[in-house]
């Protein structure tokens, strides 16, 4: 199973190997996974690149037992909304000792293997959030 | 105008396993292990960590220190033994992560433990030709022991990430190299696990290399064992280099400091790098640093560094090497097995 197209990923990779997002100009508003159109201001927005600065809260999360394929080696693993700390919300893997990941706790994105798409397949790389606090 | 290290970083995976552990499951002597060795546990990569991932933090830390924008990189070697793609450089990946840009000289390093240290001194020869401003040199592992072989106790994996450019907070005075053909350890294409000759890896490898790189450095600089701070040596285990220190007529006070094998194992490519590391970060403006590697094969590459008053404003501006060290969880063999991924299906 591939579980994301080559291409897509490429383009992808600066949002996903950055946390580079976008931001409104004019009103402030910024946006993660990127956005080319402020929903807010319309057409009379202005966007410009934003990096997040990876640091965040978790808001909520899930402990995944059943892994979806190529994840198996990582199983179990928590997955969490945090909302960064510049305001936009994104979800992601939590590593670190399951017992620890809670609502409310500080993390910061670390930069991680991602899947394998098998063993003779492109490494994908990303994000993941560790525990800070 | 003065050229040598302008921002330095590190990173060490969080987990241990103990020489105790391994021990343990082998049925071995775990006393004489830890004292033959010197090394009391050693690090261990989680599932989702490997050359490119420590590479990627080491170098985010060493572009904190430097303070400069992250496109003035003009060149990215990354040395290391354990590089995930066979084909495909774990720089170009590396490079997107820090945003380093696109006008970018980069190539993957392979010297067994010293292809980081090479990496710093092709970094150091294109920024004095001045043909780049900056370069990024990173030497980093996760390497492997065969189950139940004596590189069990002590495969280990770090690394260390050091930007080179002008205006300096250690500059490098000098480097050379020693280099012969040597077959002491090796890994053939395809194969998970190096082999090693044995008994052979001491006397005509490791010590022949570094105490004659060493010597010549000395020589060149027209420098003494008392005329430095600080000795840093390839680290294979904890008495190798304290006996090449011995051999050469360094002191157990100027190793202290760049002696992290005991604590976190050989990180290979990551070793003396990490010992440069922890090094700067409690070196005081006018010192003298002397390092030197070694890379199975054979080759030793020696430097010798004076510490400039930069370091006073650049080293807090990221996590010191000890946060690394004592940030740890301890696991038992089966789950580093796990992390290593060590049972075939
Ligand atoms: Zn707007």
């Given amino acids: 199973m591939v579980h994301s197209s080559i291409p897509l990923f490429w383009r992808l990779r600066k949002a996903k190997y950055r946390l580079e997002g976008t931001k409104c100009r004019k009103c402030k508003s910024v946006f993660f996974p990127p956005r080319s159109f402020c929903s807010r201001c319309r057409r009379k927005g202005e966007i410009e690149c934003f990096p997040f600065s990876g640091k965040g809260t978790i808001i909520s999360y899930t402990i995944i037992r059943t892994p979806p394929e190529g994840f198996e080696k990582q199983s179990p693993y928590a997955v969490a909304i945090v909302k960064l700390d510049e305001g936009a919300q994104i979800s992601g893997q939590v590593i670190g000792d399951l017992k620890e990941v809670e609502t409310g706790k500080r993390v910061s994105a670390v930069f991680r293997k991602m899947y394998e798409d098998g063993p003779q397949g492109v490494i994908n790389y990303g994000l993941k959030f560790a525990l800070t606090g | ?345």
């Fill in chain 2, 1 to 345: 105008m003065d050229i040598g290290i302008v921002g330095y970083g590190c990173y060490i995976p969080v987990f241990r396993i103990s020489v105790e552990e391994i021990a343990r499951v082998w049925n071995t002597d775990a006393d004489s292990i830890k004292k033959g060795l010197m090394i009391e546990e050693k690090s261990v990569p989680d599932v989702d960590e490997d050359t490119i991932t420590i590479s990627v933090e080491a170098g985010r830390n060493a572009l904190l220190r430097a303070g400069i924008e992250p496109n003035k990189i003009g060149a990215i070697f990354i040395g290391s033994e354990s590089h995930p793609y066979a084909v495909k450089p774990s720089g170009t990946v590396v490079a997107e992560a820090l945003d380093l840009g696109r006008d970018l000289m980069a190539a993957d390093f392979e010297f067994a433990c010293k292809a980081g240290t090479a990496a710093i001194q092709c970094c150091y020869g294109l920024v004095k030709s001045g043909l780049i401003d900056y370069g990024l040199a990173i030497g980093a592992d996760t390497s492997q022991g065969r189950p139940g072989d004596a590189l069990e106790y002590t495969a280990a994996a770090g690394g260390a990430a050091f930007i080179l450019g002008r205006d300096p907070l250690a500059i490098l005075d000098s480097t050379l190299s020693y280099t012969s053909d040597t077959s002491d350890f090796w890994r053939r294409e395809g194969q998970d696990y190096p082999s090693h000759g044995a008994r052979f890896t001491g006397k005509p490898a490791y010590f022949k290399h570094v105490i004659s790189a060493t010597k010549n450095i000395m020589e060149k600089a027209s420098l003494k064992p008392r005329d430095f701070n600080y000795a840093v040596f390839h680290m294979p285990n904890g008495k190798f280099p304290s006996a090449a220190a011995k051999t050469l007529g360094f002191t157990k006070e100027q190793m202290a400091p760049g002696f992290v094998v005991s604590r976190i194992g050989n990180c290979y490519s990551g070793s003396s790098p990490l010992g440069l590391s922890r090094v700067l970060d409690t070196a005081k403006p006018g010192e003298k640093i002397l390092l030197t590697s070694y890379g199975s094969g054979a080759g030793s590459d020696s430097f010798i560094f004076t510490v400039t008053d930069k370091i006073l404003e650049r080293r807090d501006k990221a996590p010191l090497t000890d946060h690394y060290i004592s940030r740890k969880r301890n696991i038992d063999y089966g789950t580093y097995v796990r992390l290593k991924g060590k049972l075939k299906e």
